[in-house]
């Protein structure tokens, strides 16, 4: 008997488009292919820029400077090494501080953002959450400038009144200057901002999500929040890393507020001054081209610092989304949402 060969699998065959059709498609094409071409145009300029602060610094580019403004403000006497620009920045207080304000801001906000829109999306009345929405997408839109006066105007004095005593401020003169503007008020600021982006995404992931998907954890017994919890939260995992990582990109980023409200100088606080660390100054590496930036237009070691910096931001940023990314390709394999 002869064996039947396996029937072979249909030749696909190309997508056919209309003439408008291919139109549409090469302009998509070509504004995908210039967004490339600029971003690495963009990245190439600030390597090229940024590399002589990294040739000279070698690792001690990773070090600490010397604040000149955090000296003058002590009264302390500060020394220019021969041959090297006084404000010859190092990345490390700044590395630091972005990390402190960005990893508080994210920790702070996450929990927020997700219990928020779980509400908005699954648990709201109706014309409660009608109303919502919109006001969380304008709160998500607010510039950065009017987060950064609110708190240098309304939040800092609180700050500063309330939680910074006298006794507390002698006692830490000769360390380090304490008011208002610290990196408590800085992660705070940052929460405000990042926390109606990460809401407005995670509201329309969860929203997306079909309803059979619903109506199956019903039928097996479930309440609408074990339904979310079990099933929803799950699904929209890699909305949730997403929004996460929007977030992050935006809180590394952001300059204006930062710089009115976190302090700006450059020290390193300290976690073993226990509660008095929130209400330390920081010096986030984005905050500096606000700072810095009339001098670095004229500095060439200083400009060569300040590219260093925004290198520094692009490709952690770029790595991050990258590794996200990988991370959830299985995810998205297996029908998660976004």
Excluded at 57 to 70: E, I, M, T
Excluded at 121 to 130: I, K, Q, T, V, Y
Excluded at 201 to 214: N, Q
Aim: with cysteine; charged share 15%.
């Amino acid at each position: 008997m002869l064996s039947a060969r396996p029937a072979r699998p249909p030749l696909r065959r190309a997508p056919t488009f209309e003439p408008g059709e291919r139109f549409a498609h090469a302009v998509f094409a070509l504004a995908g292919a210039v967004s490339l071409v600029v971003l690495g145009l963009v990245l190439g300029y600030v390597l090229w820029r940024a590399w002589p602060a990294f040739e000279a610094n070698g690792f001690s580019y990773f070090g600490q400077h010397q604040d000149p403004d955090l000296a003058g403000e002590l009264g302390l006497a500060t020394q220019q090494p021969v041959g090297v620009s006084f404000r010859q920045l190092h990345a490390w207080p700044a590395i630091y501080g972005t990390l402190l304000t960005t990893g508080g801001a994210i920790l702070l906000g996450l929990p927020f953002s997700l219990l928020t829109s779980i509400f908005v999306a699954e648990l709201a009345p109706r014309p409660l959450a009608r109303l919502m929405q919109p006001l969380i997408r304008v709160m998500a839109a607010v510039p950065s400038v009017v987060w950064g006066l609110f708190g240098l105007l309304v939040l800092a004095p609180f700050v500063d009144r309330v939680l910074i005593s006298d006794d507390l401020a002698s006692r830490y003169a000769r360390v380090v200057p304490l008011r208002g503007e610290s990196l408590l008020l800085g992660i705070v600021v940052l929460v405000c901002m990042t926390v109606p982006f990460q809401i407005a995404i995670f509201t329309d992931a969860l929203r997306a999500v079909p309803a059979p998907w619903r109506e199956g954890g019903r039928a097996l017994g479930l309440d609408a929040w074990r339904v979310t919890v079990k099933i929803l939260l799950p699904v929209i995992r890699p909305a949730i890393a997403t929004g996460v990582v929007l977030a992050t990109g935006r809180a590394i980023g952001e300059a204006i507020a930062l710089s009115m409200t976190a302090g700006s100088i450059a020290f390193v606080p300290n976690p073993l001054d226990r509660l008095v660390f929130l209400l330390e100054p920081a010096h986030p590496l984005a905050s500096m081209f606000v700072d810095y930036n009339s001098e670095g237009l004229v500095q060439g070691a200083l400009a060569a610092d300040l590219f260093s910096f925004a290198a520094l931001i692009l490709l952690s940023a770029l790595a991050m989304m990258l590794a996200v990314r990988l991370a959830l390709a299985p995810v998205r394999a297996r029908g998660g949402v976004l």
